[in-house]
RNA sequence: GGCGGUGUAGCUCAGUCGGUUAGAGCACAGGCUUCAUAAGCCUGGGGUCGGCGGUUCAAGUCCGCCCGCCGCUACCA
């Protein structure tokens, strides 16, 4: 086999926030294959960025008083140091704010311009004459024009699920100042990609470059009818690139971030002397992109596109993977399950969620699960129990005398696991990482089994059987580095590791075919801890507690900075006599319960003391459980004319603060107070 | 709401072109072993393959309808 030139990627992390485990599930997978192609004799490389431009960069810049490069910089050292602690390998690590990505979308933007492919038009869009500037949909928020619910964001309406354009709201306002927003023209460019389409479409179509479900989806879902055109451009201000043919007019983020792909490797060529042209222009080479699937749209309609126009090469392969969910359900703050890369690491070995994630990857779009209490068993029975006690369980009776000049009659044993590497190396090679492991735990078992007949600790109290005894843990240990030979590219400081101990390093692959001979054995330390589950639990705990430090990242939530206040202004002044009208009281959940078919609702029995009670649905379910909620005190409005809502009357409101989601924070009275009481 | 995915043992999942009595790991129970990080080996219990209908000599597998669960829902479609 003939070394190949491999490029792979994984999506750009976006500079705003920090990686979370869930990120690391494509980084992790995405080193995996590139390392396995390492192993191969491959010449594979994963170049990698960070992705910078945008409204969100932009509005968190001025948040925080300081200028965007400088929170690009601290976030991209955050990002690298992550992945180094999760032992990802790039080769060079990047950013979409640099000169080199500057200079390839002006490339890419003029084969564009050459190829007749832009189009400019007016766009009316609302404007926050305070901020002073264009407003995309989630920033604006206003009273449903149908229902009259308030506080509802630009385009769609969570009370009454209707749909429209944020110029009709009514009573609409900035989330970012509060202020009123202005309707304003602006010119916009688009790229008319239907002139593609045909191009799309037999792209899509040809084989390997997707996954069949993905290719059905793209042509069942965009390409039957003309692609629509693409809004490339916004207005200033915008962080990002201006566009060298239209002043005040700046490359949307989408545009620039797959460039990224391109300009860091321009940055790792010009740093070692490699030729561009041969990594992205060369038909040679396999350009691999690893993304998940909420971002399908763009790297396999307009990416193609890009690549296309401009005139280099296309992907061999765009590889998808679904979301993770913890513990079954999405991540969640106020569950602890939406753990930092940092926390994660700062509580466990990376080994442990680089084999876990393996262990569970198919090459399916499928959302998979971290179970937390299945990672504790998995680690522990199949990474300790089998692979690692292998050696555990024999290295020591070979200490000093080494393997045996000549290997042993095993029955076959190596050789069939020799042959059972192909399967194994197929299974890596077509991202099927969870059938790769699950060959390899069978090979384990069969190891443990020769171990279990063979008995080496019997054999040990007889001096006259060393030679067996020798012969025994040389087949052990053999298959032992069998195993991790088709693991190092998932547990890369193991295999480090047991070439100190067996005094040969893992190299390639095809050392998995050779037994080991003649070598000496070191003493035997341990090669992995087994999970303490008390870790997992303080992981998650610290999880839960990082929730409020974090919120900084979220553009609506900043600890005193005003951004809370700016975002819903305080409402017009209003009398004594007005308040009084409202009569607050205190009550208890007496029941909570979720509502069938209901996403955001649960179903509250509140108990205002006696036999006073009231049935309330709160749009609460995303941040708390019924369980923690029933027996709780609350306030609640406690005069409020009933309302018909989908599900039932609702016969009050309770009382919470926050932007709402997973941020929603129910006010409760201090200790002694008791339901009934008016709050004054 | 729209779109996509998915449903097989308590849990996580495999199950090829439709073909014998539906499998594995974990968990659980009993036994063995005592070299190994409470690791290992053997045995066992446990399934109406989400439901209903259809095609077929034969359906977990193919078709139709229904139900449940999950994800995505971006100035981008």
Redesign the pocket.
């Known amino acids: 086999m003939s070394a190949q030139r491999i490029l792979v990627t994984a999506a750009l992390p976006y500079a705003n926030g920090h990686l979370h485990i869930g990120h690391m599930v494509e980084f992790i997978q995405t080193d995996i294959w590139c390392r396995f192609q390492r192993l191969l004799g491959h010449n594979c490389i994963f170049v990698h960025a960070d992705d910078t431009h945008g ?1 969100a960069t932009m509005i968190r810049a001025r948040q925080e008083g300081r200028p965007e490069v400088e929170i690009l910089a601290d976030m991209q050292a955050a990002h690298m140091a992550d992945l180094a602690d999760f032992q990802v390998e790039q080769v060079h690590y990047g950013s979409t704010n640099s000169e080199a990505n500057r200079a390839l979308c002006h490339e890419f933007w003029a084969a564009f311009r050459e190829q007749g492919l832009v189009a400019e038009r007016d ?1 009316e ?1 609302l404007f926050d004459p305070e901020a002073g500037m ?5 920033f604006v928020k206003g009273t449903c024009p149908r229902c009259g619910e308030p506080d509802q964001y630009g ?2 309406c969570e009370q009454c ?1 209707a749909t429209y354009s944020p110029s009709e709201l009514v009573n609409p306002y900035s989330t970012l100042t509060g202020a009123k927003p202005e309707l304003r023209t602006s010119k ?1 460019l688009f790229v008319q990609i239907h002139q593609l389409q045909d191009f799309l479409t037999e792209w899509v179509d040809a084989n390997d470059h997707l996954q069949d ?1 993905v290719a ?2 793209l042509k ?3 390409l039957g009818e003309p ?5 490339i451009s ?2 200033a201000p ?1 962080f990002g690139f201006e566009i060298p043919d239209a002043p005040g007019q700046f490359w ?1 983020v ?1 545009f620039d971030a797959p460039i990224g792909y391109v300009s860091s490797t321009k940055e790792w060529c010009d740093k070692t002397g490699e030729d561009f042209d041969t990594w992205w222009r060369s038909p040679d080479t396999r350009i691999v992109h690893v993304i998940g ?6 790297h396999c309609l307009f990416w193609p596109a890009m690549l296309k126009t401009a005139g280099f090469r296309l992907p061999e392969r765009v590889q998808i993977h ?2 993770l ?1 913890v513990d ?3 991540m969640s703050k106020s569950r602890g399950t939406f753990v930092l890369a940092r926390t994660y690491l700062e509580h466990l070995d990376p080994a442990y969620l680089r084999y876990f994630y393996a262990s ?1 990857l ?1 090459n ?6 971290l ?1 937390l209490e ?1 990672f504790v ?2 680690i ?3 990474l ?3 692979v ?2 292998l050696a ?3 290295a ?2 070979v200490k000093g005398v080494g393997l045996s000049a000549a290997y042993p009659d095993d029955g076959g044993l190596f050789e069939a696991a020799a042959t059972e590497g192909d399967a194994i190396r197929d299974a890596y090679e077509g991202f099927e990482y ?2 790769a492991m ?1 060959r390899i ?2 090979l384990a ?1 069969r190891a ?2 020769y ?2 007949a063979e ?4 054999l ?1 109290k007889d001096p006259e059987k060393a030679e067996a005894l020798q012969d025994v843990c040389t087949v052990a240990l053999n298959l032992f580095r069998q195993l991790v030979i088709y693991l190092a590219p998932v547990l890369p400081r193991l295999a480090a590791q047991v070439g100190e101990l067996l005094g040969a390093p893992i190299e390639r692959w095809d050392e998995s075919r050779t037994p080991l001979v003649g070598t000496p054995v070191a003493k035997f330390k ?5 999970v303490d589950p008390e870790k997992v639990k303080a992981m998650i705990e610290d999880s839960r507690e990082a929730q409020a430090a974090s919120e900084t990242a979220a553009p609506t939530a900043a600890a005193d900075d005003g951004a809370a206040l700016a975002a819903e202004p305080i409402a017009d002044e209003c009398t004594y006599d007005d308040f009084m009208k409202i009569d607050l009281r205190v009550a208890r959940v007496a029941k909570a319960e979720h509502v ?2 209901a996403k955001k609702l649960l179903k509250l029995t509140l108990s205002l003391g006696g036999d006073e009670t009231r049935t309330v649905f709160a749009g609460i379910k995303s941040a708390y459980q019924p369980e923690q909620l029933e027996g709780r005190l609350v306030v609640c409005v406690a005069n409020l004319a009933p309302r018909k809502m989908k599900f039932g009357v609702s016969e009050g409101m309770v009382v919470a603060a926050g932007p709402g989601g997973q941020d929603v924070f129910l006010l409760s009275p201090d200790s002694g107070a008791v339901p009934g009481q008016r709050v004054h």
């Open positions: 409204t766009v869009q264009f407003l995309a949909d989630r385009d769609h699920n916009h479900e059905n989806y069942g879902f965009f692609l629509k055109e693409w809004d916004r207005p915008y949307y989408w699937k909420d971002i399908i749209y763009f679904g979301m969910t079954g359900a999405k569970k198919t399916t779009l499928d959302d998979f699960d179970g299945e068993n998995k522990n029975s199949d300790v129990g089998k690692v006690n555990s369980r024999t020591k009776f969870a059938q699950r735990m069978a078992d443990n089994e171990v279990e008995a080496p600790w019997a040990k341990h090669l992995m801890q087994r069938d078919g």
